[in-house]
Structures are given as C-alpha cells and as structure tokens.
C-alpha cells in the first residue's frame, strides 16, 4: 500500500511514521523545506511541493497511491486537495471513477461539519472518503482522564470500551500475583491483556505473567465506572468525584465550549474564563450559554485577583483549553498550585505531553496526536472499527472488527481465534434478541458469530496480517 501525505507538520510526521512501523510506503508532501528536512528521519519519499501540484503528485506517485491523506494547516487546501488528487490520479491511470484511490482531509474547524450552518456534509462535494475532525474524540479523552487521573494512560476504545495502562505501586495487593487471576483479588477488576516490564517492549499477556512492581498493566474496560477498580488494583488512590463538581474552564475555544457541553450535561457548575472578548461573547450567545449553571467571564487567566474573585481553590476541576501551549501548562500549574485536584489541559505538541507528565500536572493531551489516531483509523477502514495506538506501549495496537457470515472466523472458539490471529480477543459486543448491544468477556464466548464485533489486541507487526483475515 503506498500512502501519499500532503503537510509534513507533526501531524504528517506521526501519521508518515505510524504507517513506516507497518512496513508500508509513504510519500511526504509538503512545501516548506523546514518541514521536509524535519522528516528525514522517516524513510519516506520527500516531496518539496503543493498538495495542488500536479508535479508534487506525480513525483510522489499518485498513479501508484491507495490512499491521498491531506492534513496541511489549511482547512481548505484539505477539502480541495481531495478533489483534485482523485482528478490528477484519474489522469495518470485512466480510471474515471477514481474507485482505485481514497481520500481523507483533516478539518480543524468543526463548524465546517455543521449541516445547517456550515458545508457539510462535505463528503458530497469535496470527493473525500473520510473527513477527520478530532475535536470530539480530544473532548472525550481528556474527560475520561480527569476521573481517574492517576492512570497513566486512558485512552478510547470504539463507543462502549476504554484502554487504561497504569503502573504497579510498591503497596499493589496484585504484585506477585499471575495476570490471569487479577479478578480473585480486586471484585470487578477488567482484565489484563497487554504489559511492559522495566525496559523490555511490550508484550500481550497469556494470563501466566506474575506482576511485579514498576510493571505497566494494560487493561480493558467497558465502562469508566471501572477506573476505580484499577486504581485500587494497582494501588493508586484519586480523589473522589463529586456529585456536582465546580468546574474551571479557561479558554472559549472549539474545545472549551465543548468541554463546558460535556460537564454541563453531567450537573456540574461551570465557568469558563478567556481574554479574548469576541470569544467570549460568541459563548454566551449560544445554546451551550444558555445554561444557568454557566458562568463566562471575560478576564486574564492568569490574573491573581480574578481567580481569587472566582475561588479557584474551591474548584473540583480546571482545565487550560487556550491556543498557546506554554500558557495552557502555566495556567495548570498555577490552579494545582492553588489546590484544585484535578487539573487538565489541551496541547498542541505530543512531546511536551511527557514533559507535563513529568511536572506532575494531571491529564495533558495532545490534539495532534489524537488526530493521527484519528486519520490512522480512517486509513484502516477496510476493516471498519475502532484503531488505537497505545503511546507507553507502542508495539501493541488494538483494533476491533464486524466479523461477516462470510469470515473464517464465525463459528471459532476464543482460544481457537486467538491461536489462528497471534492476538487477544478483549471483548465481544453482540447485538440481543432485543436489539440491544452487549457487552460481552471473552470468557462469556463460547464461539464468535456473524454479525459479532470483535477488540483485538495484537502485536503491530502482525497488523497487516490480521487484517487481511478480518477484511472479509
């Protein structure tokens, strides 16, 4: 599969070196040599050109490409893009309907979607098979983080699951117990599918591993209800989530008045301060403003007075949602210093997201690297399904997939499938006489049907392997 990537940003980078660990070949385009020197790195192809270049495409063989990523910093280039790289490709092989070739362009501007007030649905017109907006799925990662932000790592899953890594305290009742028997020793605990021991990459767990302190468990859970029981398995303690949290919110940005939404739905009192007047007043002015519960102030984040006014220190939660990362993380800093117990933040910069890690501020995210996961699921699409790259244990990938009354899977035993796959099954979900979807342990399986949706955990080298078995 050969992968042409217009913008040699991080966001271009990471997708580029995702797809160079699968062994697959990329092409990097992008016109500022800065970036295309950034990138030497990657052993990809390097074109120095204009996703509108009809030269770049070639020269980065459109003719031979599956898929056309466009995620340059310009939403439009990206929409645009799409349609002239399905013109450009059906010139060079002769196929008018462009069947041979996907396109997938990045939005950063939600309202785009909007199918009332913006232009969507953009699929109909800019001839891109995917459009990867990321803002909802930052939303919902932080969110989940911020309940138990002693995790290391809680990341998304498909629309029901939540992958959680986190380390084993020396005061564990778990350490010197087998990863196959965690649930004898803390009730409802999820189950243990992947681990990192001190340096060693990491590996999927065949249940027989004996935990020992330092470990990194990786754990899967079908609700954030379960969180609690990890932290309490691993020997970490979070403070208690209240009823109707206080909640700070600095910034009005896409993500701010998203954040607001969420915790206004969950009963909490909310207030949103950001420096920037026109924002504020825009957030006042919609359904989301409407809310007596919120509060918008137009005021200096960082100003000492207007947080001792708000009574920062009385806050369950406060959260940076700002454009500018150093200011994000000071702004955390500044309301953990003041005693708010769980702090969180939106940053730009994957990197600096272990920086944080390190300073002790509670759930940082990257909007770019959940938009690489973002691009990487739709790029996997011909097994329709959650994708999800792990960070703290980067050889391990999770993947789910619809099996059809057409796999060889249907009518296999867990243990069968598994053998078959080099992979652990993590769930099942199964739709009830009801209707219904449930979600189902491996061990409530007694053999996988048509119309089952399977999460796998597998090695990345074996990636391209199982999906060609999955694909069916």
Request: hydrophobic fraction near 40%; aromatic fraction near 4%.
């Amino acid at each position: 599969m050969r992968v042409i990537i217009a913008g040699a940003g991080e966001v271009g980078r990471g997708v580029a070196a995702a797809l160079r660990a699968e062994k697959r070949q990329v092409a990097l385009i992008d016109p500022d040599p800065a970036a295309i020197n950034e990138s030497q790195s990657l052993d990809c192809l390097l074109v120095t050109g204009s996703a509108l270049s009809r030269e770049s495409l070639l020269r980065a063989g459109i003719n031979d490409a599956e898929i056309m990523v466009l995620c340059t910093n310009n939403d439009e280039i990206n929409l645009l893009g799409c349609s002239f790289a399905k013109r450009v490709y059906a010139e060079s092989v002769g196929d008018r309907g462009t069947r041979g070739l996907i396109t997938i362009a990045t939005v950063r501007n939600p309202k785009l979607l909007d199918n009332q007030n913006g232009a969507g649905p953009l699929e109909r017109w800019t001839r891109a098979d995917h459009i990867v907006c990321a803002s909802d799925d930052i939303v919902k990662q932080l969110s989940a983080g911020l309940l138990a932000p002693s995790i290391n790592e809680i990341l998304p899953f498909g629309d029901n699951a939540w992958i959680s890594v986190a380390e084993v305290m020396p005061h564990s009742p778990l350490i010197g117990k087998s990863m196959g028997e965690v649930s004898q020793w803390i009730t409802n605990i999820p189950s243990i599918y992947a681990f990192k021991s001190d340096s060693k990459d990491g590996k999927l767990s065949t249940g027989k591993e004996i935990i020992q302190e330092g470990d990194l468990l990786c754990f899967v859970s079908g609700s954030t209800e379960e969180f609690l029981n990890i932290t309490t398995g691993v020997g970490l303690q979070d403070p208690v989530w209240p009823e109707s949290p206080l909640v700070a919110i600095f910034g009005a940005s896409q993500y701010g008045v998203k954040l607001a939404s969420h915790y206004l739905s969950q009963g909490a009192e909310v207030v949103v301060v950001d420096p920037d007047l026109d924002a504020a007043n825009e957030l006042v002015g919609s359904s989301v403003g409407n809310s007596k519960r919120l509060d918008v102030i137009h005021g200096d984040p960082q100003d000492e007075e207007l947080l001792k006014e708000l009574g920062i220190e009385s806050h369950d939660l406060a959260i940076a949602a700002l454009g500018d990362d150093n200011l994000n993380i000071a702004i955390s800093m500044s309301a953990k210093d003041k005693g708010v117990p769980r702090t969180g933040l939106i940053l730009k910069d994957r990197a600096l997201v272990e920086a944080v890690h390190r300073i002790g501020i509670t759930r940082p995210v990257s909007r770019r690297y959940v938009t690489v996961i973002s691009i990487l699921k739709s790029i996997h699409m011909n097994v329709p399904g959650a994708y999800q790259l792990i960070p703290t244990i980067p050889n391990i990938i999770s993947i789910s997939a619809n099996l059809s009354h057409k796999s060889d899977l249907v009518g296999r035993t867990i243990e069968d499938t598994e053998k078959r796959l080099s992979c652990r099954i993590v769930m099942v979900e199964c739709e009830d006489e009801d209707g219904l979807i449930k979600i189902l342990s491996p061990d409530n399986v007694d053999t996988l049907s048509a119309g089952n949706k399977v999460l796998i955990f597998l090695q990345r080298d074996d990636l391209k392997r199982v999906e060609k078995v999955l694909e069916i």
